[in-house]
């Protein structure tokens, strides 16, 4: 069977040749006629339709987007707001830049298309800190919009007004996570807020209702409506609608983003077809299909079990569907659809105290079990590639990563939970193996042998 | 809360017992009502919920029910089924509702425990033998009580700043820090002084003070209070003396009307710190720090401890014989103290029926704080009013007595803790009168005083105050006074037996308010002293609520009837 030949409308026209990031190359190429659609129907109907498309977050957790719409808190009157996420710092995740830098008015006609859906006051863009010339691209994006009364007061003479501000990040991770975002937005430390009860729809920036929505998830708004609910959700398949761009990083021959159906491929066709396999000699050990968070999976694994929709499945580790629930039923997730691929010439172990490094220099501190076992975890597999090993460290680590998991504000936790979980269970005899590997000679060479990306 | 303002009871089920507790409360207080403790670190009742700490994990489960019908959903055996929740919740962030089921010693609920108590000491210093927290730590408690009892961490512990001033009373441990935050919760919720906060992230979080601040306000020393660890220190008691060798006496502080509870701890007989005590409708959990230094005046040098008779130090028998001299012409005065306690206004009150003296009184005012440092300065000012000691609110001086002496006929002066000059009176006014000083410190009336009748200081006595909030409230002597002092209202009560030629009775504060409850008219009527709970009691005013009071609204408090401040008064007072 031939591989999937990739879909893409959100990034259809971002690389193509002679497409600039300006409006009027976003206006000859249909721009904002749908944002003029939009201001001429009910803000409730487009609701409607997004929940009709069964489209989910594209920033991590995918939860379907016309849901999280519906838990707006209406009733108290306050002002509403709209976040575009675009904090994009899940190592492995390189997706919404693609259309930050080259197609920056998808994303405001899909924001401001939205926006008027929820009826919200004002919209901010989060963008992530290291994006210099993204946050420049957007602001002079929006204020040729602006100009042209796309965005703004009185979006084309509708009578709805609504500003989109671009603030600049704060250059942590867990800006990204939504409630972190929205404390740091208010211009505090981003620590993230306890749920119940600030839940963003209810209590969210300025104790305001708001929504917060990725990067890709607020342009597919703009596709939704082009295309009408129901044909959205003819792409990809049940539950697993529209596309999704995929980032393959790691020891692949073409690694890139890709823009597929939903289930149009497989793990497998992904690495092996669209990405060119892996470097010559070399066979598959490892893949963390969806950002660093996401676990492990081995490359010898199979699954089995039944889907939602009754068919059974076993699968190989290349047989997984890229789609939302594909890597679910595998036991893992496609969160920010970030693929990481590791051939055989990966030592396991450092691999971890690479992703442990990340985590413990990420947590923002504010609870106990997350600083503390981040930081722990770190620790440990440091001195296991320094020399020290143990081979009750393997235990150690499984067993600090479960005091951590489901015990935390935030969803933090559970992302430096799972690598740890993941990587030991599934290698636990290389993290073994390590206790028995001599010390090297000099003690002082023990960082430096260490590959701390 | 229900429409009559009775707190509506619901029942849940805790640790498979039912129980009945006030709904809108969370799950630490819901079990503490019925004896079981939820360790936490970060909650604090007087403060917002954090959730950071993560101790106060529970399980939780509610009963099911259908989510279409609202129909509860029933198991096998006709009971509604419980849906647990498969993740702990936190104590602090988890309000009751009707039926919950709550497991505090669950196998889940432990687990989350000891991970806790492990991650919360993996960077923690070996600091115990030198922590001034040790003997009160929360950390060092629920170690005990929670930990695994053994450290499964063989890497290095982080290492940060250790004596950190944070102000010119509190200093920081960095290293002993867990992070809760209530300190700084505390800067920006109660004293409104925005701080404190953490830099840099992770486990290296470490507190500090916003660049070009410091902890300076006058609450700065409540942080050390609430931090439940050894991390913030009083500057003043960091090294002086461990906890558990300090004896607790209840008192009030006297820094002002707003009556705060505290605990006086002292070490044979040594004053060592204040520190508050909470009641919920007068000070919380807080104290001012200006108040944790009154203790430091028990051992001034200005402290009057000998009983003096016309310049010579004499026995208190000499000193009464004289003073009952003195007033046994009738062209006398009293000045009365806001700083008195009810039973000695009550007792001067006395005195001067059977003297037909008249009493004058001088209020001492500021600014307020709007927290516990009231405009009114002194700790009794109602009780002045309540024993009938002066039938007017005061104002800031004692011209009416300059007038009475200006006419020349007053022969002898009864005053009690006033610097007369301080207060409007000249050295020329006095001249011809006799003076009989009662107070605690030399001052310049006490130095021109023909008898000297050296007084307790609050911390040496025990007696009843009545707060702004027309709260009658005890406190108990906590150190022994200078030899050879006894209480003033003994001394006032011999005086004033002496004076009818009687031998004084033995007097006990309990059989001194049998007389005091007789006062016909006053809101202290029917009061025994035995039956004033430890948090006081809540006086009717009745028609003292009218009266021209000078605090403005403030924590537990709200003036009612505040009319216009006592300041602009003084030309009104001029008969
Ligand atoms: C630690 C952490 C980091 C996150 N970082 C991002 C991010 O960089 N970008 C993003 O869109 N969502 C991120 N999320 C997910 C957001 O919290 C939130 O779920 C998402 O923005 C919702 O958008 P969606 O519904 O469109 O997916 C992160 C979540 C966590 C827990
Ligand atoms: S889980 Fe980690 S990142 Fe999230 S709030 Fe807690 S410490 Fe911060
Ligand atoms: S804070 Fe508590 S546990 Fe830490 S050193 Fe002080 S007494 Fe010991
Ligand atoms: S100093 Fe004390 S109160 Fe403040 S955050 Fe640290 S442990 Fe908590
Ligand atoms: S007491 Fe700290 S999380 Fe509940």
Known sequence: MAVAKEKRIILKYADAKGYSNDLPCYLEHGGYDMLKKAVKSKPEDICEEVLKSGVRGRGGAGFPTGMKWKFLDRKSGKPIYLICNADESEPGTFKDRQIIYKDPHQLIEGMMISAYAIQAKQAFIYIRAEFFEGARILDRAIAEAKAKKLCGDNVLGSGYSCDIVVHRGAGAYICGEETGLIESLEGKRPNPRIKPPYFPAVLGVYQCPTIVNNVETLCNVKHILEMGADAFAQLGIPNNTGTRIWCVSGQVQKPGYFEFECGALTLGEMIYDVCGGLNPGRSLKAVIPGGSSAKVLRADERFTGTLKDGTDFDWGVTDIPLDFDGPIAAGTMSGSGGIIVMDDSVDIVEALANVNAFYAHESCGQCTPCREGSLWMRKITTRMCSGGAREEDSDLLVSVANQIEGRTICAFGEAAAWPTQSFVAKFKDEFIAKANQPAPDDDAEGPARLRLI | ?575
């Not at chain 2, 709904?23 to 503490?32: C, K, P, R, T, V």
């Not at chain 2, 009556?259 to 919920?280: F, H, K, M």
């Not at chain 2, 707060?467 to 006074?481: E, S």
Request: aromatic share 6%; net charge neutral.
């Open chain 2, 1 to 575: 809360m229900s429409g009559n303002g009775k707190v509506d009871m619901i029942p849940i089920i805790l640790n498979g017992e039912e129980v009945e507790v006030p709904s809108g409360i969370n799950l630490i207080e819901a079990a503490q009502i019925h004896g079981r403790e939820i360790p936490h670190y970060c909650y604090h009742p007087k403060l917002t919920v954090a959730g950071n700490c993560r101790m106060c994990l529970v399980e939780m489960g509610m009963p099911m029910r259908d989510r279409g019908t609202g129909e509860p959903v029933l198991d096998a055996d006709g009971n509604q089924k419980i849906g647990w929740i498969p993740k702990p919740v936190i104590g602090c962030g988890t309000n009751v509702a009707p039926g919950m089921r709550v497991n505090t010693d669950s196998p889940l609920a432990k687990d989350s425990r000891e991970g806790i108590m492990e991650f919360l000491l993996v960077n923690h210093p070996l600091d115990c033998p030198i922590c001034d927290q040790a003997g009160e730590c929360r950390l060092q408690e629920f170690a005990m009580d929670y930990g695994r009892g053994y450290s499964r961490f063989v890497e290095r512990k982080n290492v940060k700043p250790k004596r950190t001033r944070l102000g010119p009373r509190v200093t920081l441990d960095d290293e002993r820090c867990i992070l809760c935050s209530r300190c700084i919760r505390f800067c920006q919720e109660v004293a409104k002084d925005d701080v404190l906060g953490f830099v840099d992230r992770g486990s290296y979080s470490t507190l500090t003070c916003f660049p070009g601040k410091e902890l300076s306000n006058n609450y700065s020393l409540n942080t050390v209070d609430i931090c439940p660890v050894g991390a913030l220190t009083s500057s003043d008691f960091r090294f002086k003396m461990r906890v558990w060798f300090l004896k607790e006496s209840p008192s009030i502080c006297t820094e002002s009307s707003s009556g705060a509870n505290t605990l006086v701890e002292s070490r044979e007989g040594q004053i060592y710190r204040i520190i508050p005590r909470r009641n919920d409708v007068v000070n919380d959990t807080w104290m001012t720090d200006s108040g944790r230094e009154l203790f430091k005046q028990v051992q001034s040098e200005s402290r009057l401890t000998a009983h003096r008779s016309d310049g010579a130090e004499v026995t208190l028998d000499a000193a009464v014989a004289r003073s009952v001299e003195l007033l046994s012409n009738d062209k006398i005065a009293i000045v009365g103290s806001c700083n008195s306690t009810v039973e000695e206004q009550y007792l001067l009150r006395k005195l001067a029926d059977q003297t037909k003296a008249e009493t004058h009184l001088s209020g001492h005012f500021g600014d307020d704080d709007g927290l516990l440092l009231s405009a009114d300065r002194t700790p009794n000012l109602r009780g002045a009013l309540a024993t009938g000691m002066v039938k007017k609110y005061p104002s800031d001086n004692l011209k009416p007595l300059a007038l009475q002496l200006g006419k020349g006929d007053l022969k002898t002066l009864l005053v009690v803790n006033e610097d007369l000059f301080a207060l409007g009176i000249t050295k020329e006014q006095i001249k011809k009168a006799k003076i009989i000083y009662v107070g605690t410190h030399e001052n310049e009336t006490s130095k021109m005083a023909d008898v000297v009748l050296p007084s307790l200081t609050v911390f040496e006595k025990s007696g009843t105050f009545i707060n702004r909030n027309f709260r009658l409230q005890k406190f108990f002597q906590a150190v022994p006074g200078p030899a050879g002092l006894v209480p003033d209202f003994l001394v006032l009560n011999r005086i004033a037996s002496e004076l009818l030629g009687e031998v004084a009775e033995s007097l006990g504060l309990e059989s001194l308010w049998k007389e005091i409850g007789k006062l016909r008219t006053s809101c202290l009527k029917g009061i025994a002293y035995r039956e004033i709970p430890s948090d006081g009691l809540a006086l009717d005013p009745g028609k003292l609520a009218d009266l021209p009071y000078v605090e403005g609204p403030a924590l537990n408090f709200s003036p009612s009837k505040v009319k216009k401040a006592v300041k602009a008064k003084p030309k009104a007072a001029k008969v």
